[in-house]
């Protein structure tokens, strides 16, 4: 609660320095759902029931002369005591200046894909890969936005999501974000360190096409090690299909395909000897008209197949279905 408490007033001081003389925005979000679990027909109790997802504060502004900041912090998440940055999503210092940008401080790393891109807060299930990745980290970054603003592309050094295992470990990533009206794209090419001196690599085509009130997500992501390519053989694809019939609905279905059959050991967010699937589907209302601040949802889906982690995120014959409200409220 100390904590807590901490968090707040320091986003309020910090946001009345700037608040009479610069752009500023200052908002709470949070998330509560109702939900039941179950494997193989049996309840899990401990995920079960009403759980408070998320209490986020976020905070964006302008310091003036091509200066502009971005911080959230996971107010619900456990951290330790060694770092308060364990609850930051990101905290980072950005300077504009013509079609260039650079940024410093803790970031999302540079990986493709329409799931890992979206925000924590507006997904209900997650593929064994995204469950898995530590994908806020310390680095900088240096971006290029083409004078149309159709695309952009960012390299990026950051600390190593498997940091875990030796702190003095990076991850160099490139990602191009592209907007072109009913083709829209997030690739990235990746290198991380898993240990000290070796590298998994990364293709991701991450791609969303658009056709009147329809959306498809399609996200493909490859993954290898230094010495073999393994392509097909250590690989997650994640679709979702939407529909938006009113401004204050949306519908969707969405699967997920992990696969690793290979013996690498380089891979710790898919482990060797799986190959499991998630299917769901969903709806959201949005309640204020012209506006998302405020949301309930339905979500419900089912995994099979087999993980070859004992304590992955996805389980055979596993079922979930939840219902929830989450809402945003800007202070400034």
């Known amino acids: 609660m100390k904590r807590v408490l901490l968090t707040g007033l320091f986003a309020l001081c910090f946001a009345g320095l700037f608040a009479q003389s610069k752009p500023i925005n200052l908002r709470v979000e949070a998330r509560f759902d109702s939900q039941n679990e179950y494997v193989d027909g049996d309840m ?9 997802k998320f209490i986020n504060i976020r905070m964006d502004g302008d310091l003036g002369h091509g200066f502009t900041y971005s911080y ?4 619900n998440k456990a951290h330790s005591d060694q770092s308060y940055f364990d609850a930051t999503d990101w905290l980072k210092l950005t300077y504009t200046t013509g079609n260039w940008s650079l940024s410093a401080g803790k970031q999302v790393v540079g990986i493709g894909g329409y799931e890992y891109d979206r925000a924590p807060i507006d997904t209900y299930n997650y593929s064994e890969y995204c469950s898995n990745i530590a994908c806020y980290q310390i680095g900088v970054s240096a971006g290029y936005t083409t004078n149309d603003g159709k695309d952009n592309i960012m390299v990026q050094t950051t600390q190593s999501p498997f940091r875990a295992n030796a702190s003095d470990m990076y991850a160099y990533n490139i990602i191009w974000y592209g907007s072109h009206g009913w083709f829209n794209s997030i690739y990235s090419a990746n290198m991380i360190e898993y240990l000290p001196g070796k590298f998994i690599s990364y293709i991701v085509l991450g791609n969303k096409f658009n056709v009147g009130d329809f959306s498809l997500e399609l996200d493909i992501m490859n993954r290898a090690t230094d010495s073999h390519t393994y392509f097909g053989k250590d690989m ?3 679709g979702e299909l939407s529909w938006t019939p009113t401004e204050q609905w ?7 395909y992990d696969v690793n059959n290979t013996d690498s050991d380089a891979d710790y967010c898919v482990l060797p000897g799986t190959e499991i699937t998630r299917v ?10 012209g506006s998302k601040d405020v949301r309930l949802h339905f979500n419900g889906h089912y995994t099979f197949g087999n993980n070859g982690n004992p304590s992955g995120a996805l389980i055979d014959k596993q079922s979930m279905v939840d219902v929830g409200i989450t809402w945003r409220v800007n202070i400034l």
């Open 236 to 238: 997650s694809v994640i």
């Open 280 to 289: 769901g589907i969903g709806v959201e209302h949005f309640l204020i008209k």
């Open 72 to 75: 959230r912090q996971r107010l």
């Open 44 to 52: 899990i109790e401990d995920n079960s029931g009403f759980k408070g």
């Open 250 to 256: 949306r519908i969707f279905g969405k699967a997920s």
